[in-house]
């Protein structure tokens, strides 16, 4: 029997007010698998991901995940089916230490909360330069600090599929090596990973496959490495 894709959306169509912004958009992700929606600015990818997470209040189509129809579910219930989403703005919660932010992620999940310790250990771990600083005040670290922990804290929901959003943005070249290696690492144990990303290469390099979005629509599909050696393909949707 043929393993079934961890995601699926089938025809998806999306709007902002009159703007119809997705248009029968079509892919699936296996189960772990790294998958890269790659385009333009304004090609629809982020809009992908928040309509896949219920984020957007027009919708239509199919979206089916670990089995499930979730399109009519809202946000918090696709959360609790092991469905993560980390927000390209990162969301970090002022106030709170490094520490807590994590611990709201395995709050966030009810089978975790009489784990905390191992699951803060475990994400510690993961990423050591967060270790160094879970009594310092989130905000006060790095951009690309501040990504990563954003990430820990998805992943301290134990989630079965993650949605990266533009990890790299607005980040130093030094720390965005370092966050693809760790999510190079998420990889290797296993982790489901849908990644939205401006920088191609580094995309491409840790993704299985990939997918092209040009005006709301998907355009082409092939392996990350056929993609990373077509440099015609990239130019056409990708460059700005």
């Known amino acids: 029997m043929a393993e079934q894709a961890i995601l699926s ?6 709007w902002y007010g009159r703007s119809h912004i997705l248009q029968g958009v079509s892919f699936h992700v296996m189960p772990g698998e790294v998958v890269s929606l790659i385009g333009r600015n304004g090609a629809g990818k982020t809009t992908s ?37 980390v927000f390209e703005e990162r969301r970090i919660v002022p106030g709170l230490t490094v520490m807590e932010n994590i611990e709201l992620g395995v709050m966030a999940s009810p089978e975790d909360r009489r784990r905390t310790r191992e ?24 951009g690309g600090e501040q990504q990563m922990l954003a990430i820990a804290r998805a992943m301290a929901a134990r989630p079965k599929m993650i949605m990266l959003d533009e990890p790299s943005e607005g980040i130093m070249p030094k720390l965005v090596d370092e966050m693809f290696e760790y999510f190079e690492a998420l990889k290797k144990r296993g982790v489901t990973i849908l990644l939205v990303e401006q920088s191609v290469e580094h995309a491409l390099r840790i993704s299985d496959r990939a997918y092209i979005m040009d005006q709301g629509e998907i355009v082409y599909e092939s392996t990350a490495k056929a993609l990373l050696a077509d440099e015609q393909m990239q130019e056409r949707y990708c460059s700005v």
């Open 49 to 85: 991901m928040k309509s896949i997470m219920g984020l957007v209040s027009r919708t239509s189509g199919s979206v089916r995940f670990d089995g499930n129809d979730i399109l009519q579910e809202p946000a918090h219930q696709r959360f609790h089916r092991g469905l993560a989403y």
């Open 9 to 14: 959306v089938d025809k998806l169509n999306a």
């Open 119 to 142: 699951v803060v250990e475990e994400i510690a771990e993961t990423f050591p330069r967060l270790k160094e600083r879970l009594s310092q005040e989130a905000v006060t670290m790095s």
